[in-house]
């Protein structure tokens, strides 16, 4: 009786959902495909399949998780097929098996990337960062060759206080007012304006004498 009780409970234990080490093979999306990191030992005599399980988190805040990232599966107590996509439908508590309620996680690891500041919101990839409404019409891209800032097709880049650049600016259209039209603030600089320059016609605005108007007109004339 004994030994009929204790199978029945290890067959009871066997059927409920596992919270099971797992990486991601591959993700398409907010699904994952994982294989189980167990070693196959007498106590754990079975080979695991790879599965697809959804990932665990929102869509508007997605991290690069590809395969060999590490994580763990945790179980759910009952059917998810119809949060997830993975088969549809609407959950009921009838018994499943063990590896069908499943979601995926990645967990912490000491051979991580050291923080730039332990108490700043880290966000970075190995291919970058973006960040984008879901229109995607305002994108601001950080990647490993350049740092772009898209805002909506007609509308401004604003930026509220003293812009500062320690390198050169390089512009591609006018300086306009805001509105549009003719700029009518001051542009000071202490180095040499240069109209023209690269031309034939240059001609530096600090130093240069108009020849034709250097005599005044004689009164009466």
Not at 199 to 211: F, I, K, W
Request: charged fraction near 10%; glycine fraction near 14%.
């Amino acid at each position: 009786m004994e030994q009929f009780a204790n199978r029945k409970i290890t067959g009871a234990m066997a059927a409920l959902g596992q919270s099971l080490p797992a990486s991601v093979v591959s993700r398409t999306g907010g699904i994952v495909t994982v294989k189980f990191e167990i070693a196959t030992t007498p106590n754990s005599p079975y080979t695991l399949p790879n599965i697809k399980v959804p990932l665990v988190g929102a869509e508007f805040a997605r991290a690069p998780i590809g395969a060999g990232t590490k994580g763990f599966v945790i179980t759910a107590d009952a059917y998810l097929g119809g949060m997830s996509g993975l088969g549809g439908g609407v959950a009921d508590l009838s018994p499943r098996g063990n590896l069908s309620m499943l979601v995926w996680t990645p967990i912490g690891n000491t051979a991580w990337m050291a923080a730039i500041d332990d108490n700043a919101y880290e966000a970075y990839g190995p291919n970058g960062v973006n960040l984008y409404n879901t229109a995607k019409t305002a994108i601001l891209k950080v990647t490993t060759a350049e740092c772009s800032i898209t805002p909506p097709i007609g509308n401004p880049f604003i930026v509220n206080g003293n812009l500062v650049v320690t390198g050169n600016i390089q512009l591609a259209g006018t300086i306009e007012a805001q509105a549009g039209g003719t700029y009518a603030g001051n542009i000071t600089t202490s180095g040499n304006v240069i109209a023209g320059s690269g031309g034939a016609d240059q001609v530096g605005l600090q130093t240069h004498e108009h020849s034709a108007n250097n005599t005044p007109p004689t009164p009466g004339t």
